[in-house]
């Protein structure tokens, strides 16, 4: 397959070829409102153009810090376009995780939402040697140049200038820096190729078969390569029409609005959903909730063969068509997913309870797994060939092998070129001519792959032997109604437990048993205290003895972003954890 030389080249036939048909649709004054691809092109060149005036030189970083929104794609593309590298920064980050990041790419421009992301590069200014510029995507500020005023500098810089820039991008040249979000250390800067983004987009969309003019809500931070990919490269690759959600808290009364195509989401989202859907269950009238019932059994059965690409039988088939029009057509409006053929999700493990019940609501999910070293995706998951357990096969195009000590291996056009300024750590990433993921997996003889650990995750007992947390945790929060689960016990003589609880679930079972609904007083319960370890021992009886949780401990609120134990993408930051819940690790050891 020819590919372009970047995804800029791409953005700029489209603006040619589809003119006044919408691409983006933002909100204003309470309704979506569109941008055509014309306009989205032109205002991509004039963001790069405004960008130069400011200064920009080919091969400068340009930090982005804000929600998702038009501006976050001009300012991409438009320092893209002038030769410059975009570098994603999450909106929850503190100003010294802004710091950091700005000062080791040497970012001479910032780009930021709104003033309150404004004041956290103020309170770090004096740390930014090389910050020349900061730009407002909305309000203004002395200190700051305004969104429309960069576009309006845009004047400054002749159109011939920009063409040059955009006619110099090779396939090899640094496209974006994506920064890992920090689970083991400071976040390191994975270099993105513009043939990376490229080639990435062309070989997702052939092996998914996503057609083209899709409809999807842009929602889960644009500083993650997942984002990223779908609904940016993807988007011009597939000439999607991308909504972009007014905020995480709003998503629900945006899927309403926007009704998407495709939606993908990180597991921790549609557990929340779960959560929810399975209260409203709870409540719903008895000979309601009987059909349902009857109706998940044949959604159940129907799907266990349509997803591995076998024909259900004829009853089950009509079953399915009608329980489809009767039932779900209804609860899949309700969520704005009526219209939607592909559910999406990867970042993290997902439960098989998760997976089970939206399967039986007529909503399979899809698994994908990849990192950001290998721009998404390494394997995918797609209709007729996913398996539970498994995270489909990899990609066409890719080699995906198993080391001696179970690491998977990718090597492909999708690889990074390696870390950011880090040399010693890009040669052991990239040891051999392979990515070393740091996962640890297996494939099947059908070549689906499976992830059992990440490598620096493994807890070596003191026994010596190796338990596998993830697939542990996993477990644990299909425990009703727990919310996150981390597992401990690295050169101990067991293996212990912190869970929290999901505030959704947990206010469901204490109404259901007539308990108290605050945290603190359910924590100390008894009565949850024995549905938790009915749980687990549920759960120690499948396990080999190494493995079981011999204790645990229930947290009283749940992990977040904004405490520290979890990432922007809500995997869990276990240092933190053991750190900040030190006193309750020892507890659960005392007389070991």
């Given at each position: 397959m020819e590919l372009p030389k970047s995804i800029v080249h791409v953005l700029r036939a489209r603006g040619r070829e589809l003119g006044d048909t919408p691409a983006l649709w933002s909100k204003r004054n309470g309704s979506y409102q569109p941008t055509s691809w014309r306009e989205y092109a032109s205002l991509v060149e004039r963001t790069g153009r405004g960008l130069m005036t400011l200064g920009l030189k080919p091969g400068q970083a340009v930090g982005i810090l804000g929600f998702n929104r038009i501006e976050w794609h001009l300012?991409?593309?438009?320092?893209?376009?002038?030769?410059?590298?975009?570098?994603?920064?999450?909106?929850?980050?503190?100003?010294?995780?802004i710091q950091y990041i700005v000062h080791h790419c040497e970012a001479p421009i910032v780009v930021v939402e709104n003033l309150a992301q404004l004041e956290k590069v103020r309170a770090q200014r004096a740390n930014l040697p090389h910050l020349k510029h900061v730009v407002l995507m909305e309000g203004r500020a002395d200190d700051a140049v305004s969104f429309d005023d960069l576009l309006a500098r845009a004047d400054g810089t002749p159109r011939e200038d920009l063409d040059a820039r955009?006619?110099?991008?090779?396939?090899?040249?640094?496209?974006?820096?994506?920064?890992?979000?920090?689970?083991?250390?400071?976040?390191?800067?994975?270099?993105?190729?513009?043939?990376?983004?490229?080639?990435?987009?062309?070989?997702?969309?052939?092996?998914?078969?996503?057609?083209?003019?899709?409809?999807?809500?842009?929602?889960?931070?644009?500083?993650?390569?997942?984002?990223?990919?779908?609904?940016?490269?993807?988007?011009?690759?597939?000439?999607?029409?991308?909504?972009?959600?007014e905020s995480l808290e709003k998503l629900p009364e945006n899927l309403r609005e926007v009704r998407p195509t495709?939606?993908?989401?990180?597991?921790?989202?549609?557990?929340?959903?779960?959560?929810?859907?399975?209260?409203?269950?709870?409540?719903?009238?008895?000979?309601?909730?009987?059909?349902?019932?009857?109706?998940?059994?044949?959604?159940?059965?129907?799907?266990e063969r349509a997803m591995v690409s076998e024909k259900p039988g004829p009853l089950v088939a009509l079953q399915y068509a009608i329980f489809k029009r009767l039932v779900f057509s209804k609860l899949h409006a309700r969520l704005g997913l009526e219209r939607c053929k592909l559910f999406g999700t990867s970042a993290a493990p997902i439960g098989r309870d998760v997976l089970e019940f939206f399967r039986a609501i007529d909503v399979p999910l899809l698994e994908t797994y990849g990192q950001s070293e290998v721009t998404g995706p390494t394997s995918v998951s797609i209709p007729g060939a996913a398996r539970f357990g498994f995270l489909g096969r990899?990609?066409?195009?890719?080699?995906?092998?198993?080391?001696?000590?179970?690491?998977?291996?990718?090597?492909?056009?999708?690889?990074?070129?390696?870390?950011?300024?880090?040399?010693?750590?890009?040669?052991?990433?990239?040891?051999?001519?392979?990515?070393?993921?740091?996962?640890?997996?297996?494939?099947?003889?059908?070549?689906?792959?499976?992830?059992?650990?990440?490598?620096?995750?493994?807890?070596?007992?003191?026994?010596?032997?190796?338990?596998?947390?993830?697939?542990?945790?996993?477990?644990?929060?299909?425990?009703?109604?727990?919310?996150?689960?981390?597992?401990?016990?690295?050169?101990?003589?067991?293996?212990?437990?912190?869970?929290?609880?999901?505030?959704?679930?947990?206010?469901?079972?204490?109404?259901?048993?007539?308990?108290?609904?605050?945290?603190?007083?359910?924590?100390?319960?008894?009565?949850?205290?024995?549905?938790?370890?009915?749980?687990?021992?549920?759960?120690?009886?499948?396990?080999?003895?190494?493995?079981?949780?011999?204790?645990?401990?229930?947290?009283?609120?749940?992990?977040?972003?904004?405490?520290?134990?979890?990432?922007?993408?809500?995997?869990?930051?276990?240092?933190?954890?053991?750190?900040?819940?030190?006193?309750?690790?020892?507890?659960?050891?005392?007389?070991?």
């Open positions: 300012a991409a593309y438009g320092a893209m376009s002038a030769g410059g590298t975009p570098v994603g920064i999450y909106v929850t980050s503190s100003p010294e995780q955009v006619a110099g991008l090779e396939p090899e040249g640094l496209a974006t820096l994506i920064y890992t979000s920090g689970t083991t250390g400071p976040p390191k800067g994975v270099e993105i190729t513009h043939k990376n983004v490229v080639w990435t987009a062309a070989y997702l969309t052939k092996c998914v078969g996503a057609p083209e003019g899709e409809i999807l809500i842009s929602y889960l931070p644009l500083s993650h390569i997942a984002e990223q990919l779908v609904s940016m490269h993807c988007g011009v690759w597939n000439r999607f029409e991308v909504y972009f959600a495709l939606f993908f989401a990180v597991p921790r989202v549609w557990e929340k959903f779960k959560a929810r859907l399975e209260d409203a269950i709870a409540q719903a009238p008895a000979q309601r909730k009987k059909l349902l019932a009857r109706a998940q059994k044949v959604a159940t059965a129907y799907h990899p990609m066409p195009g890719l080699t995906v092998r198993i080391a001696e000590d179970g690491e998977i291996l990718v090597k492909g056009d999708n690889v990074c070129k390696g870390y950011h300024k880090e040399p010693a750590a890009t040669a052991e990433l990239l040891e051999g001519g392979w990515m070393h993921s740091g996962d640890v997996g297996e494939i099947d003889a059908q070549g689906y792959l499976r992830i059992t650990d990440r490598k620096k995750d493994l807890i070596v007992t003191s026994g010596g032997k190796k338990a596998a947390p993830q697939e542990l945790e996993k477990h644990l929060r299909a425990i009703f109604p727990v919310g996150n689960a981390v597992v401990v016990g690295e050169s101990r003589n067991y293996l212990c437990a912190l869970l929290t609880l999901d505030p959704d679930a947990a206010k469901r079972f204490a109404r259901e048993r007539g308990l108290p609904e605050d945290p603190g007083a359910l924590v100390a319960n008894p009565t949850l205290q024995a549905q938790l370890q009915q749980g687990v021992d549920a759960l120690n009886g499948k396990l080999a003895k190494w493995e079981t949780i011999k204790r645990f401990e229930i947290l009283p609120s749940d992990f977040t972003v904004e405490g520290g134990e979890l990432t922007p993408t809500l995997k869990i930051k276990r240092k933190v954890v053991a750190e900040k819940y030190r006193a309750n690790i020892e507890r659960m050891y005392e007389g070991d």
